[in-house]
Structure formats: C-alpha cells, structure tokens
C-alpha cells in the first residue's frame, strides 16, 4: 500500500483519505480494528509518528475510537461510514466541478461530457 505520496498535501492527511477510501470500499468494517501504529505504518510506508497523528485526524473526526489498551477502531456505526462516503463524494464533485469552471466549461457542458463517458463505457461493456 506504500503508494506514492504527494507533495501538495501532507502525508498524513492522503494516509486518512486512503484509509477512509478502504472504509467507504468495504475493505474495513465498521466496528473493525486498525492495525497498530507500528503495523500501519510499515504497511503505508511512513514514520509511525504520521500514523499516530493519521489516528488522532480520524479520531477528532468522529470516525474512529481509541481504547485505552486495545487500540483504534472503526466506529461501530454503519450511519458514521454512509456520513463518510458522502462526504467523500461531495468532496469529489466540487472537485471536478471546480476543474471543469476553471476551463470555462458551463453546467450543461459538464453535463453532456458526463453522458458522453457514460455512453461510451456502456458501450465498451
């Protein structure tokens, strides 16, 4: 999972989007338990000191929970991860939209280009 990171955002932010992505994805579960600071970060590929400051980002985000002696789990909310995955998906719209208004492309155009992919994809099933 040691993907490259970017250089325009910090490490531990992308470390939270993809480990939020895997939640979103089904990849881990509601209710589940993280792997260990040590664990993650091997995993990822960073200083544990980022994954401890990942774990407390998803922490002061109301998506995880930290148990004295146990460890970080994912809440045990199904409500928290449908919160979550629209987030992310608001989070991606005002993205593209932004992109698209920055070359001058109206509502409608965004909205053609879009049933233009869509069709073709169909079409390549």
Do not use: W
């Not at 509601?30 to 260990?36: A, D, R, Y």
């Not at 544990?48 to 980002?57: A, F, H, K, M, V």
């Not at 920055?102 to 155009?109: R, V």
């Amino acid at each position: 999972m040691s993907d490259e990171f970017h250089a325009s955002k910090p490490i531990y932010l992308q470390v939270v989007d993809r480990i939020y992505f895997s939640i979103v994805r089904g990849e881990i579960k509601h209710g589940e338990k993280l792997p260990s600071v040590r664990d993650m970060a091997v995993q990822m590929g960073v200083n544990p000191n980022t994954i401890q400051r990942t774990y407390t980002e998803m922490e002061r985000d109301g998506m995880v929970e930290t148990k004295r002696g146990q460890g970080t789990y994912v809440k045990n909310d199904p409500v928290v991860v449908v919160e979550l995955r629209n987030r992310i998906k608001t989070g991606i719209v005002e993205e593209f939209v932004e992109s698209m208004n920055e070359i001058g492309l109206t509502k409608d155009e965004m909205l053609e280009g879009l049933q233009q992919f869509f069709s073709k994809r169909e079409g390549e099933a």
